[in-house]
């Protein structure tokens, strides 16, 4: 995972199968479904594969095996070719692949008709798959109720800029009524949106809903600062850069971005301190590990490998 974009989906896919399966029409709403995450299982590398899961219903068990790409590279794509070779001889269980292409502007006009994968010992399997466009999937699934999750997903979907529209007032509403925004945080949803809709829009337009959603719910100015910064910076650190340089300017704003991220996703972790002791150059991997970050632990990791990282210079 290189980007926020992709994290966003590794984060869909890990918390909410069911609505990234209802969202692709491979689940059907009210049907009883057991959902079992295997790569971890059988030991196989996440990094290779988004993602795989073990179905079960009435009908027998199958797996659904994922990737999802901004840009086609034939090699990395054969790799689900292998691991369909691998979960099937490991699960005996047929193997169903799908390839999520996240923007228009980015995807191959012809498409293979397989996957295929080529040892260097002269191994060589093909496999079929499907191919999913987000842009022509209908977003009507991501303002039902109980499904706030796929909110910043609709703008990549079907209806462009009145998609994005919707969403804004979606989530206006949303966080307008606390209660029922329950444990969804506006910092962590407001990311997502700002970070998806780059693949999509222009930064003028991205701006526009961004600086419309802070008026309009946002109680302080935290989640705008963590969204608009990974896309041109914080406007604190640019200020401050005329007067003491505008890369000290920038750099600043953007540790102040991870210690307000750090402080909204993690707030136990305490270690918001260690960004001192981080290159400035080092910043932009650092912010980039921290959203895509699962878990504490991730995010521990992530700053301690940028702190070791400066002791070494």
């Not at 980015?106 to 060589?124: C, M, N, Q």
């Not at 921290?290 to 002791?311: M, Y």
Request: proline share 5%; glycine share 6%.
């Amino acid at each position: 995972m290189k980007n926020p974009h992709d994290g966003a989906f590794k984060d869909l896919a890990e918390d909410h199968p069911e609505l990234l399966l209802r969202l692709l029409g491979i689940l059907q709403p009210g049907t009883k479904t057991k959902i079992k995450h295997v790569l971890r299982d059988l030991r196989l590398n996440e990094v290779h594969i988004d993602h795989a899961y073990r179905m079960e219903d009435d009908t027998g068990s199958w797996v659904e095996m994922f990737e999802a790409i901004t840009s086609w590279h034939a090699e990395k794509i054969g790799t689900m070719a292998l691991y369909n070779f691998l979960i099937q001889h490991k699960e005996d269980l047929p193997v169903f692949n799908h390839v999520l292409f996240m923007a228009e502007k980015y995807a191959p006009k012809d498409l293979p008709d397989r996957l295929v994968h080529e040892g260097k010992s002269g191994l060589r399997i093909e496999v079929p798959y499907q191919a999913h466009r987000l842009w022509e999937i209908d977003p009507a699934l991501c303002f039902e109720p109980a499904c706030e999750e796929l909110l910043p997903w609709a703008p990549l979907l079907k209806g462009g800029l009145a998609e994005f529209e919707r969403t804004t007032v979606a989530m206006e509403r949303l966080f307008e009524d606390r209660e029922k925004a329950g444990a969804l945080k506006p910092a962590v949803l407001v990311s997502k949106l700002a970070s998806l809709a780059s693949l999509r829009y222009d930064k003028s337009a991205i701006k526009w809903f961004l600086e419309r959603l802070e008026k309009k719910i946002m109680l302080s100015t935290d989640a705008f600062k963590v969204s608009w910064l990974y896309q041109e910076g914080l406007e604190e650190g640019k200020a401050e850069g005329i007067a003491a340089g505008k890369a000290e300017g920038k750099a600043e704003g953007k540790a102040e971005a991870i210690r307000i991220i750090l402080s909204d996703r993690f707030p136990a972790l305490g270690l918001a301190a260690e960004l001192n002791h981080v290159r400035p150059e080092s910043l932009d991997t650092l912010l980039t590990a921290i959203l895509k970050a699962q878990n504490p632990e991730d995010a521990r990791a992530a700053i301690l490998a940028a702190v070791d990282a400066n002791k070494a210079s």
